[in-house]
């Protein structure tokens, strides 16, 4: 079936420092791929997304490169603040059965000042 | 502008009883999701509704029911509540099933069957 895995956390960071968020899928056809930002007590927030292979999603100075070749869709940031601690959730969404999203399992990231 | 509402946000069962929860939006949207969130687990799809009129069971639907009342409203219950089923409850919606535009969540539920 389709599957996401992240890198476990937490991640723990200075502030201004760079950020790397990894993150694989296996999945059958051709995924949308997806991340999700969630802070303390509330929802989860779509943070970018990229719907085919080489497409860059970005915001808010975060950016993920969907890597057909590697399955990959690793999430950076140039320079990290206190106010990006959250959780981070990879997901994806195919074209077939269920067509809902599919989560991995989060990585916590907490930035020191 | 509310976008998706879930009620209530916290709740304390004793195993065996039963309860609903209620997720309502504003957003016009045809798709809804009910999912639940344990630790190291993230997100696992419970139920969802692709349409009014329309349910389907996702990944763990067992000990679960739903009911799509409208096009607005998309219900969650526990006939018999176990304490494997103390975990975050979200309410998703998205403009329909082959949207790439993403979900929008509610704020959650976080229930403890005790």
């Known amino acids: 079936g389709d599957s996401v895995t992240q890198m476990e956390g937490p991640v723990t960071l200075s502030e201004e420092a760079f950020l790397t968020i990894n993150c694989t899928y296996t999945?059958?056809?051709?995924?949308?791929l997806f991340w999700y930002v969630q802070y303390p007590g509330e929802g989860l927030q779509l943070l970018l997304k990229?719907?085919?292979?080489?497409d860059k999603g970005s915001n808010k100075g975060f950016e993920a490169t969907y890597r057909k070749e590697t399955t990959s869709f690793h999430l950076e940031k140039g320079s990290v603040q206190v106010s990006d601690s959250a959780v981070y959730f990879c997901?994806?969404?195919?074209?077939?059965?269920?067509?809902?999203?599919?989560f991995g399992s989060g990585t916590r990231l907490q930035v020191q000042p | 502008n509310a976008g998706v509402t879930q009620t209530p946000k916290f709740q304390v069962l004793k195993t065996g009883q039963s309860m609903t929860l209620q997720c309502a939006q504003d957003?016009?949207?045809?798709?809804m999701y009910w999912y639940r969130q344990d630790p190291g687990m993230g997100l696992r799809l419970i139920y969802y509704?692709?349409?009014?009129?329309?349910?389907d069971k996702g990944e763990v639907p067992n000990g679960y029911n739903v009911s799509r009342l409208n096009k607005r409203e998309f219900s969650l219950r526990l006939e018999s509540a176990a304490p494997s089923q103390t975990s975050v409850y979200f309410c998703?919606?998205?403009?329909?099933?082959?949207?790439?535009?993403?979900?929008?969540f509610g704020s959650g539920t976080r229930l403890t069957v005790v």
């Open positions: 998703a919606t998205s403009i329909n099933r082959d949207a790439n535009y993403g979900y929008t």
């Open positions: 997901a994806l969404r195919v074209d077939t059965g269920r067509r809902a999203l599919t």
């Open positions: 990229a719907t085919k292979a080489d």
């Open positions: 957003m016009n949207h045809n798709s």
């Open positions: 509704s692709a349409s009014e009129g329309t349910t």
């Open positions: 999945a059958t056809g051709y995924p949308s």
